[in-house]
């Protein structure tokens, strides 16, 4: 997992374990970036993650998908799920970014 991906990620689950608002308004719902596990196909998104409705997978990276989902679960449901599954290596919210001009 990338650096920046990672410090997003932690204060991504940081500001969940705490009930803050303010992780729910920073993710865009329903969105995730999901890493695969060498050699793993992109069917692995669908086996671990289509109870939740996919309405698209975007290649990123080599390994790298953005997921959107129907449903969300939220960003632990979809790290549980990934700790369960050898082929997912990395699960993240999809984090929406602004700008200081934008508040």
């Not at 990672?6 to 705490?18: D, E, P, Q, R």
């Not at 793993?40 to 671990?48: G, L, Q, T, W």
Request: proline share 4%; no cysteine; hydrophobic share 45%.
């Amino acid at each position: 997992m990338k650096r920046h991906h990672l410090a997003a990620f932690a204060i991504a689950v940081a500001g969940a374990a705490a009930g803050s608002a303010w992780s729910q308004q920073t993710r865009a719902s329903g969105e995730y970036l999901v890493t695969l596990a060498a050699p793993a196909e992109v069917k692995a998104i669908a086996d671990v993650y289509g109870r939740f409705g996919i309405r698209g997978i975007e290649r990123l990276g080599s390994d790298v998908f953005l997921v959107r989902l129907s449903e969300d679960p939220g960003p632990a449901t979809m790290e549980k799920l990934r700790a369960e599954n050898a082929q997912i290596r990395a699960v993240e919210p999809n984090l929406v970014y602004r700008s200081q001009g934008n508040r």
